[in-house]
């Protein structure tokens, strides 16, 4: 009996999951995330101004912080990212995993600009992408940069979406801990 009772018990603490705001002590990339990650590289924005011809066209996966959002073609959204990075523990307000948050770096490394195709939730209503959101991005960087400012375009392949409020920068350490 006592082994069937662990089993259970080791069974339901397995399904738990971090939820689609990532809600754990560390990062918990969703499954569908995972595999549209599967073979890209962090983006960095020194190494892909430098070799441009290098990056165009390769799969890269970032973290950014919507500073503006506009209707893109057919549809689709353009947003403007402050590429910040993520933090490998999240921020927590009490030992509960329920209080915790993704965490990214408060420091802006670079800005691209990512065409995505959002979710009908994500393009209106109250948590819908708009300036402060937290969107990682996985897709290829196109042979254009932006018309208004020069930096790189991504084509999104696949985004995760934290409204503003479900996630934290590391400037949240003077009031949350690790």
């Not at 403007?80 to 209080?99: A, M, Q």
């Not at 990682?136 to 696949?158: C, F, K, M």
């Amino acid at each position: 009996m006592k082994l069937l009772a662990v089993a259970l018990a080791a069974t339901l603490t397995a399904c738990a999951s971090a939820g689609p705001y990532g809600h754990a002590r560390v990062y918990a990339p969703l499954s569908e995330e995972e595999a549209a990650a599967q073979g890209s590289v962090e983006y960095d924005p020194i190494m892909a101004k430098r070799s441009p011809e290098r990056w165009k066209g390769k799969t890269v996966s970032l973290f950014g912080v919507v500073v503006g959002r506009n209707a893109g073609a057919s549809g689709a959204a353009e947003v403007k990212l402050s590429v910040r990075t993520l933090e490998p523990r999240n921020l927590c307000d009490s030992s509960s995993d329920d209080s915790c948050r993704v965490t990214v770096g408060d420091h802006e490394h670079a800005i691209v600009h990512a065409k995505l195709r959002l979710t009908a939730e994500d393009d209106l209503g109250e948590h819908s992408v708009g300036s402060g959101s937290l969107i990682r991005v996985v897709g290829s960087l196109e042979d254009e940069v932006h018309v208004t400012d020069g930096e790189p375009v991504i084509q999104a392949r696949y985004y995760r979406h934290w409204p503003r409020g479900f996630y934290v920068t590391t400037a949240d350490r003077a009031v949350m801990r690790r």
